[in-house]
């Protein structure tokens, strides 16, 4: 490919040791199906490998949990967000994001909260300070007022009370992916 540029034009191939195969079509795809299929990939234990590589020293098998700036990002990195349509746009800093300064969080199921709620937090699932769109990752959306009785009677507190317990229920995180500028 001219210039390590692979576009689809004819001469464009991809070779390995022993062959030589002619790319036929090339896709593109959005950044939050790369950042699912980079996903995929990581937690895939059958996935394919490369040959091993000989090392002077041996490390065990990793255990835990793995992320990718390409689908996670850290709460504490968090400079703003903003709610819309499409559910959470995080701002964070480039540097410490792996050169992404924004991310999209999709939410699974209805999250009305996210409309008239100031307080944003982010809660892992794996309790690290990492969100990956894992099982257990969520949005949790809170006001900073006191819901507490008021001087205007107690009936607009309890209502305040009632509406607040429903609006703390967490919105699910099903999806995270960078959105490039």
């Known amino acids: 490919a001219e210039h390590g540029w692979v ?18 079509q090339v896709e593109e795809i959005t950044t939050r199906d790369y950042s699912q299929l980079v996903r995929a990939a990581d937690h895939n234990p059958d996935g394919q490998l490369l040959p091993t590589v000989e090392s002077r020293s ?25 709610a819309d349509d499409d559910g959470i746009l995080i701002q964070t800093s480039k540097i410490r994001s792996g050169g992404h300064g924004a991310y999209r969080l999709e939410l699974g ?33 809170s006001d900073d007022r006191s819901s507490s009785p008021t001087a205007d009677g107690l009936e607009r507190g309890r209502t305040e009370s009632r ?19």
């Open 58 to 82: 041996h490390r065990g098998a990793t255990r835990g949990f793995r992320g990718s700036f390409d689908y996670c990002f850290r709460p504490s990195q968090m400079r703003a967000w903003a």
């Open 7 to 24: 576009c689809g034009q004819p001469r464009e191939f991809v070779q390995t040791q022993a062959q030589l195969c002619p790319i036929t």
């Open 109 to 141: 199921g209805s999250c009305p909260q996210i409309a008239f709620l100031p307080v944003l937090k982010l809660s892992s699932g794996v309790g690290l300070d990492l969100i990956c769109g894992n099982p257990g990752d969520a949005a949790l959306l």
């Open 163 to 181: 509406f607040a317990k429903a609006s703390e229920r967490p919105c699910p995180i099903v999806a995270v992916y960078p959105v490039y500028e």
